[in-house]
């Protein structure tokens, strides 16, 4: 057990000692460990568009190779501790990779983006197994920076320190360490919709949504539709409808006709389309010779897909004057969905959690480190 995992369980002990604060926040919100579809689907969305470069590649030759080489070219985005990871062989070695959906505030005159999605990946390619995590974007953690060192949301982490913080802030939170990264933004997500012709949605609901840019309303009828990139986005972001649970429904929903339609032969062909969609809108840290050999991993080995959904509770927290509603994570799963991410990169073994099964047994106890510890803070209902 690592000097991190003995601290949270000495607090979970603590936390369990103190019963009354704790017990009342029992089932409040809670989303139980589980295979959800819908961050597969996102993760395999994603995948696709590496796909492709090597479909396009077989389909239609060397200068259309030269084409993906020159996207991933332009997409490499280094960080400074980038040296560290070139020694790992991702045909063999296993990898972590988090990928952020960006919300480009800069469209709206806001002066920073922050990340509305936001995936953490572990790829085995000795046992071909892929794991996925979502992390809550309104989870309650220490943010470092430059200019900023404290606790906030962790989708603040970009807008306070960009992709540096970012990756700090994941991980201290989930104590594993982060290879790669991938960031696509909205506007990419739109382009890619749009270069795919649309997608077919049955829309449940009436729906008026301002736009990603802010700048003007989309007007969704119920009943089935071909929805345009601007369309899909507002139908799979809108939160005012709903609740986060039919939320990541409709994500699922979305991302499964955006994958059925870039599968399809008609849209190999826009393979180029697709990366000129991508273009500026996509960066990485992994160079492209090894973004090439994942996807040709990926196509040549029978990859299994284990997806892991944090238990949380929601919270009322004014520091400042102004009431923010966050999440806190509870411990049991903080800790469990830490653990399979090192198992599958080498750096912990098995235990009679992997051997048996584990349920969560979680009572409502939040890890501290994601808990104000300061007493301002109100339990939702």
Request: no cysteine.
């Given at each position: 057990?690592?000097?991190?995992?003995?601290?949270?369980?000495?607090?979970?002990?603590?936390?369990?000692?103190?019963?009354?604060?704790?017990?009342?926040?029992?089932?409040?919100?809670?989303?139980?460990?589980?295979?959800?579809?819908?961050?597969?689907?996102?993760?395999?969305?994603?995948?696709i568009v590496l796909l492709l470069v090597?479909?396009?590649?077989?389909?239609?030759?060397?200068?259309?190779?030269?084409?993906?080489?020159?996207?991933?070219?332009?997409?490499?985005?280094?960080?400074?501790?980038?040296?560290?990871?070139?020694?790992?062989?991702?045909?063999?070695?296993p990898i972590s990779i988090l990928v952020l959906g960006l919300d480009d505030d800069d469209k709206r005159n806001l002066g920073?983006?922050?990340?509305?999605?936001?995936?953490?990946?572990?790829?085995?390619?000795?046992t071909e197994d892929i794991n996925i995590t979502s992390i809550p974007r309104?989870?309650?953690?220490?943010?470092?920076?430059?200019?900023?060192?404290?606790?906030?949301?962790?989708?603040?982490?970009?807008?306070?320190?960009?992709?540096?913080?970012?990756?700090?802030?994941?991980?201290?939170?989930v104590d594993v360490p982060i290879n790669y990264y991938v960031t696509v933004d909205f506007q990419a997500f739109e382009k890619i919709v749009d270069e795919l012709g649309g997608v077919d949605i049955d829309v449940p609901f009436t729906l008026t949504e301002q736009n990603a840019q802010g700048k003007k309303v989309v007007?969704?009828?119920?009943?089935?539709?071909?929805?345009?990139?601007?369309e899909a986005l507002a139908f799979a972001r809108t939160r005012y409808i709903d609740n986060d649970v039919e939320r990541g429904k409709r994500q699922q929903q979305v991302f499964e006709a955006i994958a059925k339609k870039a599968m399809s032969m008609g849209s190999i062909a826009k393979y180029k389309g697709l990366l000129e969609a991508l273009d500026g809108h996509f960066q990485t840290d992994m160079p492209s010779d090894?973004?090439?050999?994942?996807?040709?991993?990926?196509?040549?080995?029978?990859?299994?897909?284990?997806?892991?959904?944090?238990?949380?509770?929601?919270?009322?927290?004014?520091?400042?004057?102004?009431?923010?509603?966050?999440?806190?994570?509870?411990?049991?799963?903080?800790?469990?969905?830490?653990?399979?991410?090192?198992?599958?990169?080498?750096?912990?073994?098995?235990d009679e959690r992997d051997e048996h099964g584990y349920?969560?047994?979680?009572?409502?106890?939040?890890?501290?480190?994601?808990?104000?510890q300061d007493g301002m803070a109100i339990d939702q209902p």
């Open positions: 057990m690592s000097a991190k995992s003995s601290k949270r369980k000495n607090a979970y002990e603590r936390d369990s000692l103190q019963g009354g604060n704790h017990t009342r926040r029992r089932n409040r919100r809670q989303q139980k460990i589980a295979r959800t579809s819908w961050v597969v689907k996102l993760t395999k969305f994603l995948t090597i479909l396009g590649v077989i389909g239609y030759g060397v200068k259309m190779l030269t084409d993906a080489n020159q996207f991933l070219n332009n997409s490499y985005q280094p960080r400074k501790n980038s040296q560290v990871n070139d020694k790992i062989d991702v045909q063999k070695d920073s983006a922050r990340t509305d999605s936001m995936l953490l990946l572990s790829v085995n390619p000795q309104d989870t309650y953690t220490q943010i470092n920076s430059k200019d900023y060192n404290g606790k906030d949301k962790i989708n603040a982490a970009f807008a306070y320190g960009g992709i540096d913080s970012t990756i700090d802030a994941v991980e201290n939170l007007n969704l009828k119920k009943g089935h539709h071909t929805l345009s990139g601007e090894r973004i090439l050999s994942v996807a040709q991993s990926g196509l040549t080995k029978d990859y299994k897909f284990h997806s892991y959904v944090f238990s949380w509770m929601g919270f009322d927290y004014a520091p400042y004057g102004e009431t923010m509603s966050m999440v806190g994570l509870h411990q049991d799963s903080l800790e469990y969905i830490s653990h399979k991410f090192k198992v599958s990169l080498g750096l912990e073994g098995k349920k969560f047994e979680s009572n409502g106890i939040v890890a501290p480190e994601t808990y104000p």
